[in-house]
């Protein structure tokens, strides 16, 4: 009863009260999506740490291949963060204990993806960087029990497959796959490694995984500038063989759900979120859905953002930032979806908050 009144004579006099994350720490793998700066400092074409990205995130230009925050910078303050989850390249001491974030540009699930680009970090050497991680985890704890109580209580979520069709699968020029799989058998390589890559996480103590499926990279301007006639139609080959792997993915939890003791993984539906946000565009207030705000080329779509070019000022009325990124203003919502379903396909079997709360 005092604590209650103390807390309601704290908000009368304008004293903010501030709640403990609902999570003790969020750990994010991932592509461009979702870096946060890994790329800044190794040899990559992959990188967005200057102008115009970050023209609108307050600490200015971080490496967020976006205006401003990305779905995870989302999810994060949803989950009750006060600051936003840091790089694994700049992270140490007792700060990996709230989390750490993984993403690299151009990574992929296959060790290629994204090599035509420069360096990067694959989904297994993101992988690593976790095993490297759990050991300082277990160091500053005390002991492998204390790290592994600790662990399973957290938050991961896994972002990974866009590139593998993106800066792959669609991409023969580089690379080989398309030549040696039909889209199906493709989807069921990608998965086996998949499979293994989140196996090694939940064996280093992940248990509450959010893994989220590929978006409709085809209605993306650049796959739109290299193979949509009219510029604006999504480009159905790339997208039929993104939802081949998703089904797998949703699959892939469910069996993880079943067999792995403890397991409480949940399948995100990106590609759904992304369908209906682009079907119901403008009254999730957006203009245009085709071209990015930022870039050169047909759909501004050729390639990211110029040094220093002078972007769209409408930037909350685009869905894409560039030739590949979404808008701070999509990543808003598809944070929000993720966080909490506005429909039951979202996510399956359960939300994020909901995944919090196991």
């Not at 700066?37 to 102008?51: F, L, V, W």
């Not at 119901?280 to 390639?303: E, L, P």
């Amino acid at each position: 009863m005092w604590v209650l009144a103390g807390l309601l004579l704290l908000n009368l006099l304008g004293v903010a009260v501030i709640a403990a994350p609902q999570v003790p720490c969020y750990f994010i793998f991932g592509d461009s999506l979702v870096d946060n700066g890994n790329n800044n400092r190794i040899a990559s074409i992959a990188r967005a740490n200057y102008r115009p990205y970050g023209i609108d995130f307050p600490q200015g230009p971080t490496g967020r291949f976006c205006n401003g925050k990305t779905t995870v910078d989302v999810i994060s303050r949803l989950l009750g963060f006060d600051n936003y989850i840091p790089p694994y390249s700049n992270v140490s001491g007792r700060d990996i204990l709230t989390g750490v974030n993984y993403a690299s540009a151009a990574a992929g699930i296959r060790e290629e993806t994204g090599q035509q680009l420069g360096a990067r970090f694959s989904m297994s050497r993101q992988v690593e960087n976790y095993r490297t991680t759990v050991q300082q985890v277990v160091r500053i704890l005390g002991s492998e029990d204390s790290a592994a109580n600790y662990l399973n209580k957290c938050i991961y979520s896994v972002g990974m497959g866009s590139n593998d069709y993106l800066n792959n699968y669609f991409m023969p020029l580089y690379y080989s796959s398309s030549r040696q799989y039909t889209p199906e058998q493709y989807a069921d390589v990608l998965i086996q490694q998949y499979t293994q890559q989140l196996r090694s996480l939940y064996n280093y103590g992940a248990r509450k995984v959010a893994v989220i499926g590929v978006g409709q990279v085809g209605c993306s301007p650049s796959e739109l500038a290299m193979f949509s006639a009219n510029g604006s139609t999504c480009v159905a080959r790339i997208n039929n063989a993104i939802e081949l792997f998703n089904n797998k993915i949703r699959s892939l939890v469910e069996d993880f759900n079943k067999n792995l003791s403890g397991a409480k993984f949940t399948y995100i539906n990106g590609f759904g979120i992304f369908r209906d946000v682009l079907q119901n565009a403008r009254s999730n207030g957006f203009t245009v859905t085709n071209r990015g705000c930022c870039g050169v080329g047909r759909n501004n779509g050729q390639i990211t953002c110029l040094p220093l070019q002078t972007p769209c000022p409408n930037r909350k009325q685009y869905i894409f930032w560039d030739a590949f990124h979404p808008t701070e203003a999509f990543n808003e919502i598809f944070g929000r979806r993720s966080y909490s379903c506005q429909s039951s396909s979202d996510a399956h079997p359960f939300d994020i908050k909901h995944l919090a709360q196991q």
